[in-house]
T-cell receptor, first 115, second 113 residues
């Protein structure tokens, strides 16, 4: 398996523009997670899905952020409108099952810069 | 959520063992102890996890204190490729489903040749 795939790897955009980040989880994994990493706040969970259904979105910073998972092999994280403070590395991760012994597999991340 | 405490940074020499400590005094009986690491410019990767007994795998060993209030990740022979930020995380899940992996600041390990 190719692992978790994220695109784009780098995104530079201007304030106010819409940004869409994409993720393809490992085939067969039922859980998908979106994280954000900044120097100030470290790695934070934004939202996670189980079988394509959002389970916990309490980490989503505000209404400008939205995430969808239309099918088992694809998820998007959208920011509209984007702001400079959204600049961060966004990671997608997936896991096979939903218990405390399971492992999350992370993608390479998307580095977002909002000017 | 139970929290963990780790030193901000540690240094090691190449090919020497490294012991990375983690304190988790408020751990609950169902919390698993997970270790992940993040190499520069990469996403975090799983290292090892355990509940009560010590664990070994090809990457590392995990030594868990008898009272489970602390644990130590052991890299038996550090290589330059082991230079990374190491995160100690408690995962108890909730409602029978996987919970929140709460990443702290971790320990930045430097390995000197």
């Amino acid at each position: 398996d190719a692992g978790v795939i994220q695109s784009p790897r780098h995104e530079v955009t201007e304030m106010g523009q819409e940004v869409t980040l994409r993720c393809k989880p490992i085939s067969g994994h039922d859980y998908l997670f979106w994280y954000r990493q900044t120097m100030m706040r470290g790695l934070e969970l934004l939202i996670y899905f189980n079988n394509n259904v959002p389970i916990d979105d309490s980490g989503m910073p505000e209404d400008r952020f939205s995430a969808k998972m239309p099918n088992a092999s694809f998820s998007t994280l959208k920011i509209q409108p984007s702001e400079p403070r959204d600049s961060a590395v966004y990671f997608c991760a997936s896991s096979l099952a939903g218990d405390s012994t399971d492992t999350q597999y992370f993608g390479p991340g998307t580095r977002l810069t909002v000017l | 959520d139970a929290k963990t405490t780790q030193p901000n940074s540690m240094e090691s020499n190449e090919e020497e063992p490294v012991h990375l400590p983690c304190n988790h005094s408020t751990i609950s009986g169902t919390d698993y102890i997970h270790w992940y690491r993040q190499l520069p410019s990469q996403g975090p990767e799983y290292v090892i996890h355990g509940l009560t007994s010590n664990v070994n795998n090809r990457m590392a060993s995990l030594a868990i204190a008898e009272d489970r209030k602390s644990s130590t990740l052991i890299l038996h022979r550090a290589t330059l490729r082991d230079a990374a930020v190491y995160y100690c995380i408690l995962d108890g899940g909730y409602g029978g489903s996987q919970g929140n992996l709460i990443f702290g600041k971790g320990t930045k390990l430097s390995v000197k040749p």
